[in-house]
């Protein structure tokens, strides 16, 4: 008898523990969050995170959607649902329950199918049409001083550390945008802004640990969908940074993979990529030369991603086309392209473009060689038959060519000739108009100080990039005459002055002397390249310089505009008759810079000044 009672009061007591018991699964993880209806593509893999989800099986009673697999991995704590979400199926919210053998729910999630924005198919992507302006979000504009120290996040802004958080945030981008769209930018492009929980360096955003996360320190989701909106209302489109080849080893599923191969492991060492991209395209390369290319981890703190893994690129493509659809992007800047699995990330251009067939993506191939570069282009014309389907990418060679251009002595294949042998090279690009243009970026030393810190210099790069074919690029900072030698990256990461509380200068609102006359040339250049059908669609055609003179005019067939740059001290008069053949069919000039008219029989370009011409 008193054997019972002891029973009866243990199952009494057991009572809310079994009750528990029910749902004894707790799910950590369901990624992505949420997905929409009426995509392009049926196919919707979720990726879940709990203690034992692998024993379980899922189950939805949803209309239009069904559990069309499901993949149990290595590690039981995970499960991926492949689901098929017909074109029935509406918007609105599911369970999906998780039951063991005897058919008890252990878990379960409510999921959301959320309802498309109209025409989020058929939004477009950046062309020709734009310039980019490149900016560190943690080093614009402290918009929010509450976010500056976050629970849970490890680094807090310390403006004297010179790889540490310094609290600018999306807030401060979005008060700013009227100062970038005044420039004549048309586009945003951020480094990376999704959760970098790193115990240092993060304020870079490019080790990222959390995929499906704002960084806390420079906002919530909705302050970026708000910083978007507000772009977009300025004219701006925005360029969402992404990184698929590594993420931050502070990433969450590092403590427990969800499986092996999910990443590249090296048996418990780290072992660095040799970065020979060369290699990638390389019809005689050795399997271990690629692998080390390819496999081996960007940074020790950064952790290679296995791209091979089905699991892995389906996550990363899914995870793209979430933060297209929820923030309202226009373009992806992918980071370290060719280090990731080439094929999978041809994939991922396929079916981003499925989804969105006007969208645009630029690939960082930071390759300096014009026919190894070539390769990454979409259509290239490449002996083993890859085509990357990456419609833009870094015009890396004709960097280097602006950095040397303006500064050495001339020579046969030294000065201003570079930049004529840099787009002579075009018969190796697949499409010249999608090429991303650019002086300088977050990475590379900053324009004015490779050109000497002289302003003529930096006002006939910047001529150059305004009126060059394909997609400008402008870096945050140059306008105002920022400074940085590229050997360490915080020289050229330092905060825009005026972007904080107490800054001595105010470059948003109080330019001062050269900067002032600096920051009024680019808003020129870039103001009058949005008005100009010629530099955003028109074909190029150049001459060879003479002189150190580089003429070429931009074109198409109602538009002409003649750039001359005159790299060297003295000014110079064009010979006419040389120009004939585009000159003969315009009768009036005018030099934009300065709105005063161009007489064309005989151009007259002072020393180290370009001059950009409207003719008519
Ligand atoms: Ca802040």
Redesign the pocket.
Known sequence: MKRYISLAIAALTLMPVMAQMKQAIKIEHVEPMNWWAGMKNENLQLMVEAKGIGETTPRIAYNGVEVASVTQTDNGNYLFLNLKIGASARPGTFNIEFVDGRGKVKATCKYELKQRETGSAERGGFTSEDAIYLLMPDRFA???????DMPGMVEK?DRNADYGRH???L??VKEHLDYIADLGMTALWMTPVMENNMASSSYHGYAITDYYNVDA???SLDDYKEMCKAAHEKGLKVIMDMVFNHCGTNHWWMKDLPCQDWIYQWNGKIVKSSYRLSTVADMHVSEYDLKMATEGWFDDTMADMNLKNELVKNYFIQNSIWWIETVGLDGIRQDTYPYSDKEAMREWNLRVREEYPNFNVVGEAWISQTEKLAYWQKDANNRDGYNSELPTIMDFPLMSAIHAAFNENPGWDEGIIRLYNSLANDYLIADPMKMMVFGENHDAGRLYTYLNRDVRRLKMATAFLATVRGIAQWYVGTEVLMEGDGSRHCEIRRDFAGGWEGDADDNFKARKGEAAEMHDYVAKMFNYRKTSDALRHGKLLHFLPVDEVYVYFRYTDNDCVMVVINNSDKEQTLDSERYAEMLKKYSVGKDIETGKAVDLASVKVDGRRAMVVELK
Not at 143 to 148: E, F, I, Y
């Open positions: 402290n918009g929010d001083k509450s976010n500056d802004a609290g600018g945030d807030k401060g320190r420079l906002g």
